[in-house]
T-cell receptor, first 116, second 115 residues
Framework: AQSVAQPEDQVNVAEGNPLTVKCTYSVSGNPYLFWYVQYPNRGLQFLLKYITGDNLVKGSYGFEAEFNKSQTSFHLKKPSALVSDSALYFCAVRAAPNSGNTPLVFGKGTRLSVIA | KAGVTQTPRYLIKTRGQQVTLSCSPISGHRSVSWYQQTPGQGLQFLFEYFSETQRNKGNFPGRFSGRQFSNSRSEMNVSTLELGDSALYLC??????????????FGSGTRLTVV
């Protein structure tokens, strides 16, 4: 069964500084990896995904993530944080189609706080 | 185009009661998944439906059930409610018929409070 670990419950960063939100995963076969963001009292919004190809994936709002197969990681990054980036971030994984119809499994989330 | 619509947005129920939540996916989406979100556990997978068939089921007790209709709308039901069922229930729809890469579109959720 697949699983996702987000080792930090909370990440604090000063506005203008780079940010990283960590994610490691476990899955049988090749992974499909996703990042979502959740603002208060809202559902989850899609940020970016890795399916295949370049290990560096660019997504919405200036976010990017790097797929590292050897470390089974998919960390979310942004070069310069904004106060408006403050939200709850979720990493998710599912197996590639040749491993069957598996559900999308989420980590427990990391709360990002950007301080002005 | 309209997003994923979940109704009701808020619900207060008493222990022992049952509840039905509704989800209308994006037009053309045939896959609907349900998740339970709590502060301590994050998002936990409940079930996934595709073309009226349950394709995957999470590790929840039998009190949690769901179904999908021919128009892809989905409902989930929780019987004999417990205090621990208080959570935000999120529905997500996907165009893809299988585990492909486009990801899900989420609704705003139904906040269930059991008292």
């Amino acid at each position: 069964a697949q699983s996702v670990a987000q080792p930090e419950d909370q990440v604090n960063v000063a506005e203008g500084n780079p940010l990283t939100v960590k994610c490691t995963y476990s899955v049988s076969g090749n992974p499909y990896l996703f990042w979502y963001v959740q603002y208060p009292n809202r559902g989850l919004q899609f940020l970016l995904k890795y399916i295949t190809g370049d290990n560096l994936v660019k997504g919405s709002y200036g976010f990017e993530a790097e797929f590292n197969k050897s470390q089974t990681s998919f960390h979310l990054k942004k070069p310069s944080a904004l106060v408006s980036d403050s939200a709850l971030y979720f990493c998710a994984v599912r197996a590639a189609p040749n491993s069957g119809n598996t559900p999308l499994v989420f980590g427990k989330g990391t709360r990002l706080s950007v301080i002005a | 185009k309209a997003g994923v619509t979940q109704t009701p947005r808020y619900l207060i129920k008493t222990r022992g009661q049952q509840v039905t939540l509704s989800c209308s996916p994006i037009s053309g989406h045939r896959s609907v998944s349900w998740y339970q979100q709590t502060p301590g556990q994050g998002l936990q997978f409940l079930f996934e439906y595709f073309s009226e068939t349950q394709r995957n089921k999470g590790n929840f007790p039998g009190r949690f059930s769901g179904r999908q209709f021919s128009n892809s709308r989905s409902e989930m039901n929780v019987s004999t409610l417990e205090l621990g069922d208080s959570a935000l229930y999120l529905c997500a729809s996907s165009f893809d018929p299988g585990p492909e890469g486009r990801g899900y579109t989420f609704g705003s959720g139904t906040r269930l409070t059991v008292v």
